[in-house]
């Protein structure tokens, strides 16, 4: 595997259910970025670690937390979510947390919410 | 309020062609920009950036932009555009001042190619 991976790819969930979603990245990167993609709508950045601590909670509901075990994983654990939650959720990576440092992105995970 | 704006949410071109997209953004100090591509089903891909020095920069797949101080802009260029560079376009800067190192991002514009 090479670059930023996520699972699943696609992912239907109840109002609920819980569900986590996984990034792996196999850059050697200490940062780590989960975004929100909705339709219309700029990438909305959620959470930001930097060497596994988190530096960035963009308000994000409680219903979304985040965790990361290593420099290497992040996951996103949903639970009780709403439909409005429904988007594309892009994992990234960086070398370092800084707004120099280039971003690399996972190809996301489909999210409806039922 | 600090701001990134494309202005065009769809743009439809021959193949061959050239293209421009627009750039806008809105901050005090010159930011870093960005220009980021997402193909169909896929993550986002760093196209070309800029901090400072030459105004006119290149970047990967023939793209160039070029940063204008006095406009606020940061657009992108290619002089003949391939079928394969339609895709969704994102405009994104980086403010430079101390303690705000978050990406925003642009709407994106959507790139047609007709053949």
């Known amino acids: 595997e090479t670059g930023v991976t996520q699972t699943p790819r696609h992912l239907v969930m109840g109002m609920t259910n819980k569900k986590s979603l996984k990034c792996e990245q196999h850059?050697?990167?200490?940062?780590m970025y989960w975004y929100k993609q909705s339709a219309k709508k700029p990438l909305e950045l959620m959470f930001v670690?930097?060497?596994?601590?988190r530096v960035e909670n963009n308000s994000v509901p409680s219903r979304f937390s985040p965790e990361c075990p290593n420099s290497s994983h992040l996951f996103l654990h949903l639970h009780t979510l709403q439909p409005e939650d429904s988007a594309l959720y892009l994992c990234?990576?960086?070398?370092?947390w800084g707004g120099g440092y280039e971003q690399y992105f996972g190809p996301g995970t489909r999210l409806t919410v039922t | 309020a600090q701001s990134v704006t494309q202005p065009d949410i769809h743009i439809t071109v021959s193949e061959g062609a050239s293209l421009e997209l627009r750039c806008n953004y809105s901050?005090?100090?010159?930011?870093?920009l960005f220009w980021y591509v997402q193909s169909p089903g896929q993550g986002l891909q760093l196209l070309l950036k800029?901090?400072?020095?030459?105004?006119l920069v290149q970047g990967i797949k023939g793209f160039e932009a070029e940063f204008k101080r006095s406009q606020s802009s940061f657009n992108l260029r290619k002089p003949s555009v391939h079928w394969s560079d339609a895709a969704e376009y994102f405009c994104?800067?980086?403010?430079?001042?101390?303690?705000?190192?978050?990406?925003?991002f642009g709407t994106g514009t959507r790139l047609t190619i007709i053949p």
């Open positions: 990234a990576s960086s070398q370092d």
């Open positions: 901050y005090g100090a010159t930011p870093y």
């Open positions: 800029y901090f400072s020095g030459d105004t």
């Open positions: 994104a800067v980086v403010p430079t001042n101390f303690g705000n190192e978050k990406l925003t």
């Open positions: 850059l050697g990167h200490n940062a």
């Open positions: 670690y930097s060497l596994e601590e």
